[in-house]
């Protein structure tokens, strides 16, 4: 069993910044892909930014030249810098890692940490 545990959301005004963090915990895993997805009220989760086990990065379009994904590999540990931050990026803010334990592939998601960005 591997445990995700996201930190670092909070409350910032519209221009503002936030790092978010997410560690990954367990025994006899290996880390592959890790992403950040997010989901505002009312609407679907969407992906935000994925780092492969190389650092080779993908941004959605709403974030890109905002946002920036980086990881420890060391350290199991994904971050999320956001910069110049907009009302509409005000959500709950997932961490997904894909996840090899022995033979099997499996995908874990973070308990989610809220992001609101006042006006």
């Known amino acids: 069993q591997v445990q995700l545990v996201e930190s670092g959301g909070g409350f910032v005004q519209a221009g503002g910044s936030l790092r978010l963090s997410c560690a990954a915990s367990?025994?006899?895993?290996?880390?592959?892909?890790m992403g950040w997805y997010r989901q505002a009220p009312g609407k679907q989760r969407e992906l935000v930014a994925t780092i492969t086990q190389g650092g080779a990065t993908n941004y959605a379009d709403p974030v890109k030249g905002r946002v920036t994904i980086s990881r420890d590999n060391a350290k199991n540990t994904v971050y999320l810098q956001m910069n110049s931050l907009k009302p509409e990026d005000t959500a709950v803010y997932y961490c997904?890692?894909?996840?090899?334990?022995?033979?099997?592939?499996?995908?874990?998601w973070g308990q989610g940490t809220q992001v609101t960005v006042s006006s």
């Open positions: 997904k890692a894909n996840v090899r334990v022995g033979a099997i592939a499996v995908t874990y």
């Open positions: 367990g025994r006899d895993f290996e880390i592959n892909d």
